[in-house]
C-alpha cells in the first residue's frame, strides 16, 4: 500500500486561505470516508483537526475545514494565522490498514 | 482528561527486539481502536498498526514493513497497549507514538525514541 501523495509545500499571508491536497487511490480515500487531517508542530506530537473527511473535533477552530471529491482528499484553512505554520498529514482508513500522506510543511509568510 | 504515556524505547542493536507500552488513562482501552505510529528522524508520519475495540472483535492489523516482527497487544487489567518489536532493523529507528480517535477526538502520547543502531 503506497503512501498518500500530498504537496511537500504550501504557504500564503495571514489572513489568506490555503489549501493541502491529497490523493489516494480507489482503496483508500477513494472507498471510506474516513480521512483524518493531522496538524504537528516542531518537536510535538501530531494534533487531530479533522476526522471523516469533514468533521472537526471540539477546539478545532471553523478556520479548517476538510473535503473530498473522488481519491482526492483536501483540508483548507482559512484566514491564516502564523501559529497554522506546521506540517499536515493525511491519513485514509483502507479497510485493514490505515495509510497516511507523506506531509505538506504550510509557511505562513 | 484522556493521557497516553509512551515508554519503553531506547537504543537497541540490529536484531534484538524491543517492548514499547502506552499507559492510557481516561478512558478503556477496550473500548477504543488503538493506533501505534512511528515518525523517523525528519520524516513523516508511518502508520505500523493497530488494535480494535473489543466490540469490533479485537483484530489486529499491521503495516507490511513490521508484518511477522511486531505484535500488538493490549492488557486490559492495566489498560495499557504493548508494542512488541522483535528482529528490529535501523529503519525502525524513530520516535513511535500511540494513538487513538476515540469519540471523535484524537489523543496521541508524547512518543518514545526507538534506536536501532550498531
Known amino acids: 500500500q503506497s503512501a498518500l501523495t500530498q504537496p511537500p509545500s504550501a504557504s500564503g499571508s495571514p489572513g489568506q486561505s490555503v489549501t493541502i491536497s491529497c490523493t489516494g487511490t480507489s482503496s483508500d480515500v477513494g472507498r471510506y470516508n474516513y480521512v483524518s487531517w493531522y496538524q504537528q508542530h516542531p518537536g510535538k506530537a501530531p494534533k487531530l483537526m479533522i476526522y471523516?473527511?469533514?468533521k472537526r473535533p471540539s477546539g478545532v477552530p471553523d478556520r479548517f475545514s476538510g473535503s473530498k471529491s473522488g481519491i482526492t482528499a483536501s483540508l483548507t484553512v482559512s484566514g491564516l494565522q502564523a501559529e497554522d505554520e506546521a506540517d499536515y498529514y493525511c491519513?485514509?482508513?483502507?479497510?485493514?490498514?490505515?495509510?497516511f500522506g507523506g506531509g505538506t510543511k504550510l509557511t505562513v509568510l | 482528561e484522556v493521557q497516553l504515556v509512551e515508554s519503553g524505547g531506547g537504543l537497541v542493536k540490529p536484531g534484538e527486539s524491543l517492548r514499547l507500552s502506552c499507559a492510557v488513562s481516561g478512558l478503556t482501552v477496550s473500548n477504543a481502536w488503538m493506533n501505534w505510529v512511528r515518525q523517523a528522524p525528519g520524516k513523516g508520519l508511518e502508520w505500523v498498526g493497530r488494535i480494535k475495540s473489543k466490540a469490533s472483535g479485537g483484530t489486529v492489523d499491521y503495516a507490511a514493513p513490521v508484518k511477522g516482527r511486531f505484535i500488538i497487544s493490549r492488557d486490559d487489567s492495566e489498560n495499557t497497549v504493548h508494542l512488541q518489536m522483535n528482529s528490529l532493523k535501523s529503519d525502525d529507528s524513530g520516535v513511535y507514538y500511540c494513538?487513538?480517535?476515540?469519540?471523535?477526538?484524537?489523543?496521541w502520547g508524547q512518543g518514545t525514541l526507538v534506536t536501532v543502531s550498531s
Open positions: 494513538s487513538t480517535d476515540y469519540l471523535n477526538d484524537g489523543y
Open positions: 491519513a485514509s482508513y483502507a479497510g485493514s490498514i490505515t495509510v
Open positions: 471523516e473527511v469533514t
